[in-house]
């Protein structure tokens, strides 16, 4: 959402915009000349103005009921990146798993060849952290989020299907469900690039580059791969970020960036926000490492990537996210988890669920699973944040590899351990 306000004020528009929580992008609303508001309320909604919701806004938000009395337009914002991406050839990453960290490589190789182009992520990249920007290049990148199926309104031009499987299961009853709604986004683009795999290659009826990266070379902090016979370095850990870079590649190959041109710009990718973000160490010499890990493929990538950092030990706080998904996934999150030495499990981040409608289902679930599964490693389960942040400020050493993972507020734990 931010990062949609930056782009529309950057293209002339009147922005407000207000949120429940200050957060770290309100410094880039104010830098762009947007003054976000504090809370929601019925006084927040300007005369005459166009109201921009997420997902997250439920029906009875009091600026939603004020938007309706007045008769306002209401939009939710897929449809407004809609709009944006019939403004100019886009490039639309999907897919359950590496979406943000894909999309970032994608700005980052056209940035590194002189494209200039605009884009919309779903976190801060780049040296300047920002998720939003209106460049004066060719291209627009964005993610094209499936948790909705808001990816269906948009109009790309290339699009990219980094995975599958089933995840947000508000949504989807199935992976048969999952894959038609890909197949559908996949049929709205001239070009597609999709993961070298038969169930998804069969998603995409017409022309399909597929992409892969076959035999990674897996070293601390960073993995290698070739690609067209040439060698391509990636800064950053991880088999499946050797995949997301092996999408982007090809990608930005569509768009008219030859191969090692992309492969050169990409040795100065940098992460983006929260996709293993090397935070810092404790006062005892660990180091802290955040991610937006959420989904069991995700948290043993996570885990995985760690590991070739080479530490003493991986210690995993995790907090799931949705009661949803948890109630489905509690078994596989726990197998994932175990992949650590030591593991922290902190209570559930409702976002936009509600405890009373899922009795029963909390942290303890996962703690549980990753406890049968961790063959006698140690399983903490922390429900609240400072319980956890006292009993890691006590296990942490020198050599250890702290990770925080989930995609509610456990950064701030990561954040609270810094020395």
Same mark, same amino acid.
């Given at each position: 959402?931010?990062?949609?306000?930056?782009?529309?004020?950057?293209?002339?528009?009147?922005?407000?915009?207000?949120?429940?929580?200050?957060?770290?992008?309100?410094?880039?609303?104010?830098?762009?000349?947007?003054?976000?508001?504090?809370?929601?309320?019925?006084?927040?909604?300007?005369?005459?103005?166009?109201?921009?919701?997420?997902?997250?806004?439920?029906?009875?938000?009091?600026?939603?009921?004020?938007?309706?009395?007045?008769?306002?337009?209401?939009?939710?914002?897929?449809?407004?990146?809609?709009?944006?991406?019939?403004?100019?050839?886009?490039?639309?990453?999907?897919?359950?798993?590496?979406?943000?960290?894909?999309?970032?490589?994608?700005?980052?190789?056209?940035?590194?060849?002189?494209?200039?182009?605009?884009?919309?992520?779903?976190?801060?990249?780049?040296?300047?952290?920002?998720?939003?920007?209106?460049?004066?290049?060719?291209?627009?990148?964005?993610?094209?989020?499936?948790?909705?199926?808001?990816?269906?309104?948009?109009?790309?031009?290339?699009?990219?299907?980094?995975?599958?499987?089933?995840?947000?299961?508000?949504?989807?009853?199935?992976?048969?469900?999952?894959?038609?709604? &890909?197949?559908?986004? %996949?049929?709205?683009?001239? @070009?597609?690039?999709?993961?070298?795999?038969?169930?998804? /290659? !069969? $998603?995409? *009826?017409?022309?399909?580059?597929?992409?892969?990266?076959?035999?990674?070379?897996?070293?601390?902090?960073?993995?290698?791969?070739?690609?067209?016979?040439?060698?391509?370095?990636?800064?950053?850990?991880?088999?499946?970020?050797?995949?997301?870079?092996?999408?982007?590649?090809?990608?930005?190959?569509?768009?008219?960036?030859?191969?090692?041109?992309?492969?050169?710009?990409?040795?100065?990718?940098?992460?983006?926000?929260?996709?293993?973000?090397?935070?810092?160490?404790?006062?005892?010499?660990?180091?802290?490492?955040?991610?937006?890990?959420?989904?069991?493929?995700?948290?043993?990538?996570?885990?995985?990537?760690?590991?070739?950092?080479?530490?003493?030990?991986?210690?995993?706080? &995790?907090?799931?996210? %949705?009661?949803?998904?948890? @109630?489905?996934?509690?078994?596989?999150?726990?197998?994932? /988890? !175990? $992949?650590? *030495?030591?593991?922290?499990?902190?209570?559930?981040?409702?976002?936009?669920?509600?405890?009373?409608?899922?009795?029963?289902?909390?942290?303890?679930?996962?703690?549980?699973?990753?406890?049968?599964?961790?063959?006698?490693?140690?399983?903490?389960?922390?429900?609240?944040?400072?319980?956890?942040?006292?009993?890691?400020?006590?296990?942490?050493?020198?050599?250890?590899?702290?990770?925080?993972?989930?995609?509610?507020?456990?950064?701030?734990?990561?954040?609270?351990?810094?020395?």
């Amino acid at each position: 959402m931010s990062g949609l306000a930056v782009v529309c004020r950057a293209l002339g528009a009147q922005v407000t915009g207000s949120d429940r929580a200050a957060s770290p992008y309100f410094a880039a609303l104010a830098a762009a000349g947007i003054e976000p508001l504090l809370g929601h309320a019925a006084a927040n909604v300007p005369d005459g103005c166009e109201l921009v919701v997420s997902s997250a806004i439920p029906e009875h938000d009091p600026e939603r009921l004020e938007g309706r009395r007045r008769g306002l337009r209401e939009l939710h914002r897929a449809r407004l990146l809609g709009e944006l991406t019939r403004l100019r050839p886009t490039i639309a990453v999907t897919g359950t798993h590496g979406k943000t960290t894909t999309a970032a490589m994608v700005v980052q190789i056209l940035s590194g060849c002189g494209l200039d182009p605009a884009y919309l992520i779903g976190a801060p990249i780049g040296p300047d952290g920002r998720n939003g920007a209106w460049g004066g290049g060719p291209w627009l990148v964005v993610e094209a989020d499936e948790s909705d199926r808001s990816l269906l309104e948009l109009s790309p031009r290339i699009a990219v299907l980094t995975n599958a499987e089933l995840d947000h299961h508000a949504s989807y009853g199935s992976r048969r469900e999952v894959d038609e709604v &890909f197949g559908a986004f %996949l049929a709205l683009a001239e @070009q597609a690039v999709v993961w070298d795999r038969p169930e998804l /290659l !069969a $998603l995409r *009826d017409g022309r399909v580059t597929a992409f892969d990266a076959v035999d990674p070379e897996l070293g601390p902090g960073h993995s290698a791969f070739l690609l067209h016979g040439v060698r391509v370095e990636v800064p950053v850990p991880g088999a499946h970020n050797a995949r997301n870079a092996a999408a982007a590649l090809e990608a930005c190959r569509l768009a008219g960036v030859p191969t090692p041109d992309g492969a050169r710009a990409l040795a100065g990718f940098r992460g983006a926000g929260r996709r293993f973000e090397r935070i810092g160490r404790t006062a005892a010499g660990a180091e802290l490492v955040d991610d937006y890990a959420h989904h069991p493929t995700e948290v043993r990538a996570t885990i995985e990537a760690a590991r070739t950092l080479r530490p003493a030990r991986v210690l995993a706080a &995790f907090q799931p996210h %949705l009661f949803s998904r948890t @109630q489905h996934q509690a078994p596989e999150f726990g197998s994932a /988890l !175990a $992949l650590a *030495d030591h593991v922290v499990v902190l209570d559930v981040y409702p976002a936009r669920e509600r405890a009373e409608d899922f009795p029963g289902v909390t942290g303890r679930l996962v703690a549980a699973a990753a406890a049968d599964a961790a063959d006698g490693r140690p399983v903490a389960w922390m429900p609240e944040r400072e319980q956890a942040r006292a009993y890691l400020e006590a296990e942490l050493r020198a050599g250890d590899l702290c990770l925080t993972m989930g995609a509610g507020d456990v950064d701030a734990l990561g954040r609270a351990l810094l020395a």
